[in-house]
Every structure is written in C-alpha cells, then in structure tokens.
C-alpha cells in the first residue's frame, strides 16, 4: 500500500509517498530514496521490490508535485539537504537509511555533512561531482557545452549533447569537443524545438549540484556509514568516474551494482536497468 502525503514547510511543500506502515512493521528505519532531478515516480519500480522496508521517496522542492514558495528556480543540494531533514524529522523516524542516485547523492552527502545524526547507511549511487575529477575544468566545459547546445536548439538537442558528453569514456579531451553536437533522432529523441529553457538538467539551474564541493572530512567524522555505488556497466563514463574518484577520497572502493546509472528503473523511464537484482544488491549492502 502506498500513501501520498504533503510537508508544508516556509519555502515549499514537498509531496513524499511511503511505501508501507510508519512506524515499519519490524522496526527497522525508513528507507528514503532521493533522486535530482528525477522524483519519486523514478523508483516505482524499485521501492515495491524492497517490500520488507517502509520505503520513502520524495519529488525535491519544484520538481513534480513539490512547489516552491521561495520564488527562485534553482536547484541547490545544501538547501534539498535541509528539505530531506524536515522530512525525515516529520517521520518521526530517524534516523533513517538512505538510497540515493544521481543528483540525488549529492543532496545526500550534504544531509550527511549537515545533519550525520539523520542516517545510519548512505547509498550514494553514482554522484555526478565535477569537483573530484583530475578533468573537472573539462568537465564543467562539457557541462556548459551541452547547456549552449540545449539553450540553441531546444530539448532533444539538449538532451542528445548530455548523452554524448555523459557516455565518453575517460577524460573529456580536445578529441571529444572537436566533435559536433550530435543529431538528436539518432538517440530517438525529438528534433523539433518546444521552446521550454527550464529543463533542470539541461539547463544551469542545477549547476550547484554537480559544482558541490563534498566535505571529505565531515563525511569520514560522520557516524554514518556512507557507501559509493558504481553501475557495473557504467564502465569509465562521467558518472562512473566520479564514483570512482570519490570512493577513492573517502577510503574506500565503489560498491558495484548491477546495470547502468539508471539501474533500479524498469522500462517506464526509457533505458530499463535490472531493477529486481539491484535490489537484491541494495538489500545486501544495507545489511552491511
């Protein structure tokens, strides 16, 4: 059974849904799973698998169901950090355990660094952090590149340089800038321009995401134990890389998952992943 429920905080209204009873059954913490920008619908397919866990997942502040009453339009992950410890205090169940992917790993690790009382386990599932990069000048150039791109030319170009900029392996060298934008029909994508500039991930709107500078020492002096998760297929791809590079700061090696970035989805968001061994993958790494 799934419930729907709203936060009603100063600056927004966070629309969350729990998967399960509150407090859970067996007494175990929340699990939340987090994603930027993808909303909770991204899990649907996960969460149901985790059935033995009261799971909670949560559309970020103006995205989705989640409004905004702040009048800004950026995406920030030390402000999300402060949602996701409103949420978690109005559970009334912390701490909690947390499953978070993407953009979504980043809000994470700044909810750690702010609050390490609110998680007991953090699975940061490949954080796209320019900043622990040997090429993060290259880096953030790919970023504004496929931000120009997207500005010029609409969504499906846009989105068509993301891919190509995201799937290079290895560093972003003068070989990959010299290459055109790519042909968005040749990624199934649309060719005609809708005029939309406020995709979030397209667009600067979330650059403080990726620009997020994580505290290595706050998050070793944490008593939560913080776990890097890389795709097994992600290979030496943007976000691979920076999970790589990130465990190695931390201490640590990345903790391999089954699939690609977007491992835990089934095929209602596009490139399905194997969402019924990745969570039996996160089900052993949460056990420790």
Known sequence: MTETHTLSTPEADLVYDVYGPLPAADGRPPLLMVGQPMEA???????PLMSERTVVAYDPRGLGRST???GRTDHSPETQAGDLHALIEALGAGPVEVFASSGGAV?????????PQDVLTLVAHEPPLNNVLPDAEAADRGRAWFRDVYLAKGWGAGMAAFIAMTSWEGELTEEFFAQPAPDPAQFGLPTEDDGKRDDPLLSDR???VSSYRPDIEA?????????????EETGNTFTGRTAVALAKLLGQEATVFPSHHGGFAGGEHGYAGQPEAFAVRLREVLAG
Not at 41 to 47: I, K, R
Not at 219 to 231: E, F, I, Q, Y
Request: hydrophobic share 55%.
């Open 68 to 70: 905004r009453k702040d």
């Open 219 to 231: 998050l070793k002096a944490a008593p939560t134990r913080v776990v890097v998760a890389v795709g």
């Open 206 to 208: 979330s650059w403080a």
């Open 107 to 115: 809000t994470s690790l700044a909810l750690v660094t702010a609050y």
């Open 41 to 47: 619908s991204g899990f649907a397919t996960l969460a």
